[in-house]
C-alpha cells in the first residue's frame, strides 16, 4: 500500500498535493484497492467552489459508491478529463494519472494558502488505514 | 449484499491457494471467501471470453439418500426431483407454506437412491433443518465441511477441463453430472454454473480440493481464479436471481419470473402447494424487470424505482457496472401494471433507465 511522504491526506482517503495556493486531489492507493474497479468519477464543475470536508463528487466501483471530498476550500481550477473515459486510472496510478480536480485554496488572514488544520501527514495516514485492518 | 456475522468466519479448504494469489478477501454468509484476485473486471471478461476458475466451497451441499429420497424430496420442495433422470440436475425452490422463497436450489440426482442438493450459504443451516422436518423417509446429511466445490466456468471451460478428466465432455449435457475423476481425485462434475457461460462444477473431498484447483489452474497459462465480485456481476448479466436480493421469504417463484420451476402438475402435496396455487392463478403482484441505466451512475440494492410522475413503483433488488455492456444494469422489482417510463432515484437524483429483455447478456445470441 503506497503512501507518498510528500502529500498531505484526510481521514476520508484523499491526498492532497500543495504547490503554492493550488491544491491537487485525488484518492489514494488505499482506497482505490478498497474499493475495486473504478468505473464512473463523478467531479465538481471547473469554477465551482468546493469547502473542506464537504462532498464534491461520487466515486463509482463495481461494488459500491463512495462520496468525494474536498480536503480544503477554493475554486476547483481543473479537472482530470481523462477519467472520463478511463476511469481504471485511478485504479492503476492514483496519485499521478489518476488525479481527479485542482482547487485554487482560499487564502487566509495572511495572504498565504489556508489548508485546514485536520490534514494528516503520511505517518498519520498510514496508521489510520493499518487501525482500519 | 454482504451478510455480516460476528463469530469467526469459516476457511474454505483453499484459503493457503488464496493468500498465494493475493486475494482480496471478505467474509460472506459465515465464510472468508476471495473476492477478488486483481481486477474484478478482468475476471468477469475472463470468464465471458475465455475461462476461469472459482472456489464455492462455501455452498451448501445436503445428501438426501434412501429408497424413498426421491419423494420425499418432492414434498419438501416446489420441484420434481424424483422424475429427474440419475446423472441430471434441476433449478428447484424450497417454499415455505406460504408460497415464499425459504432457498433456491440445484439438486442433483447422483444415483437411484442419492440426491445432493446444493443450497445458498447463508441458507444451509435453515434448509438443512427444513429437509430434516420435510423427509421423514430418507436419510438427510450435511456433507458441506467435507466437501469442495470448485467451478470452471466459460467457453473455454470444457476444453481445459478436458485435459485432466477422465469424463468424457464432448456431448455432455447441460444439466448433467458423472462421478468420474478430476486431477486423478474422485469428484461429482456437473455441466452447470452460475455466469452465463458453459462450464462445469467440480464436487470433491475437501482433502482434494488443492490437487483439483492446482490440477485445473496448472492445465493452462490462461485459467485465471475470479472471485465473488465477478460472480455477482457475471449472474447479474446473465439475469440469474440471488437469494436476499431477488429471492426471499416474501417473494413467491411466480413474482421472480421462475413460476416454471414450480411443479403443480406433480403427484402429491408439496409443502407451499395450495398458496402457491392460489398465486399462480391471481397473477403476480409485482413483476421482475431488467432496467439499463442511461446515466453512469449506478443503480444499486434498495433504490427506488420511479413513475414518469416521481411516484414509487418499484425497488432495485440488483445493480451493477456492466463490465460485457459497459453501463450500469439492474433488476428490480416493480408493481404490476406500472407504466414507462422509469427512473431510479439514484442517492436523491432521477436517472433515467430503460427497461430491457431478460437476460441482459445470452450467450447464444453473442456468438
Known amino acids: 500500500m503506497s503512501v507518498p511522504a510528500e502529500l498531505r491526506y484526510t481521514e476520508e482517503h484523499e491526498w492532497v498535493a500543495i504547490d503554492g495556493d493550488t491544491a491537487s486531489v485525488g484518492i489514494t492507493d488505499y482506497a482505490a484497492q478498497s474499493l475495486g474497479d473504478v468505473v464512473y468519477v463523478s467531479l465538481p464543475a471547473v469554477g465551482s467552489a468546493v469547502s473542506a470536508g464537504e462532498p464534491c463528487g461520487e466515486v463509482e466501483s463495481t461494488k459500491s459508491v463512495s462520496d468525494l471530498y474536498s480536503p480544503v476550500d477554493g475554486e476547483v481550477t481543473e479537472i482530470n478529463e481523462e477519467l472520463d473515459g478511463d476511469p481504471g486510472l485511478v485504479n492503476a496510478e492514483p496519485y499521478g494519472v489518476g488525479w481527479m480536480f485542482r482547487v485554487r485554496v482560499t487564502a487566509g488572514a495572511d495572504g498565504e494558502a489556508a489548508l485546514p488544520s485536520g490534514l494528516l501527514s503520511a505517518a498519520e495516514y498510514d496508521e489510520l488505514t493499518k487501525s482500519a485492518g | ?367
Open chain 2, 1 to 367: 449484499m454482504f451478510v455480516h456475522v460476528t463469530s469467526q468466519p469459516k476457511d474454505t479448504p483453499l484459503r493457503a491457494v488464496h493468500e498465494r494469489l493475493g486475494a482480496t478477501m471478505t467474509e460472506f454468509a459465515g465464510w472468508l471467501m476471495p473476492l477478488r484476485y486483481g481486477s474484478e473486471t478482468a475476471e468477469h471478461l475472463a470468464v465471458r471470453s475465455r475461462a476461469a476458475l472459482f472456489d464455492l466451497s462455501h455452498m451448501g451441499e445436503i445428501a438426501v439418500t434412501g429408497p424413498a429420497a426421491g419423494e420425499a424430496l418432492d414434498y419438501a420442495v416446489c420441484g420434481w426431483p424424483s422424475a429427474l433422470a440419475p446423472g441430471r440436475a434441476r433449478y428447484t425452490m424450497l417454499c415455505a407454506p406460504d408460497g415464499g422463497v425459504v432457498d433456491d436450489l440445484v439438486i442433483y440426482r447422483q444415483g437411484d437412491d442419492r440426491f445432493l442438493v446444493v443450497a445458498n450459504a447463508a441458507n444451509t443451516a435453515v434448509v438443512l433443518d427444513e429437509l430434516r422436518k420435510r423427509c421423514p423417509g430418507a436419510v438427510v446429511r450435511d456433507e458441506t465441511a467435507v466437501t469442495g466445490l470448485i467451478a470452471i466456468q466459460g467457453p473455454n471451460a470444457s476444453s481445459l477441463l478436458e485435459r485432466v478428466t477422465d469424463l468424457p465432455l464432448d456431448g455432455m449435457r447441460y444439466y448433467a453430472g458423472a462421478y468420474r475423476t478430476v486431477a486423478g481425485c474422485p469428484a461429482w462434475i456437473a455441466r452447470t454454473g452460475y455466469t452465463g457461460e458453459d462450464g462445469f462444477e467440480i464436487f470433491c473431498a475437501a482433502s482434494d480440493c488443492e490437487r483439483v484447483w492446482t490440477g485445473l489452474s496448472g492445465s493452462s497459462a490462461d485459467l485465471p481464479a475470479a472471485g465473488l465480485a465477478a460472480r455477482d456481476t457475471l449472474r447479474l448479466e446473465a439475469g440469474m436471481p440471488l437469494y436476499g436480493n431477488e429471492l426471499g421469504p416474501d417473494v413467491t417463484p411466480y413474482e421472480a419470473g421462475l413460476g416454471r420451476v414450480v411443479r403443480l402438475d406433480k403427484p402429491g402435496d408439496f409443502v407451499g402447494r395450495d398458496a402457491l396455487a392460489a398465486r399462480a392463478a391471481e397473477g403476480p403482484r409485482r413483476t421482475l424487470i431488467g432496467l439499463v441505466a442511461r446515466s453512469r451512475r449506478v443503480p444499486r440494492h434498495g433504490y427506488a424505482v420511479l413513475s414518469q410522475t416521481g411516484r414509487r413503483v418499484g425497488v432495485v433488488t440488483s445493480g451493477a457496472p456492466s463490465p460485457t455492456l459497459g453501463t450500469p444494469i439492474a433488476m428490480a422489482y416493480v408493481e404490476t401494471g406500472a407504466t414507462r417510463p422509469f427512473g431510479i432515484d439514484v442517492r436523491g437524483k432521477t436517472e433515467p433507465a430503460d427497461v430491457t429483455e431478460l437476460p441482459f447478456y445470452d450467450r447464444r445470441k453473442q456468438r
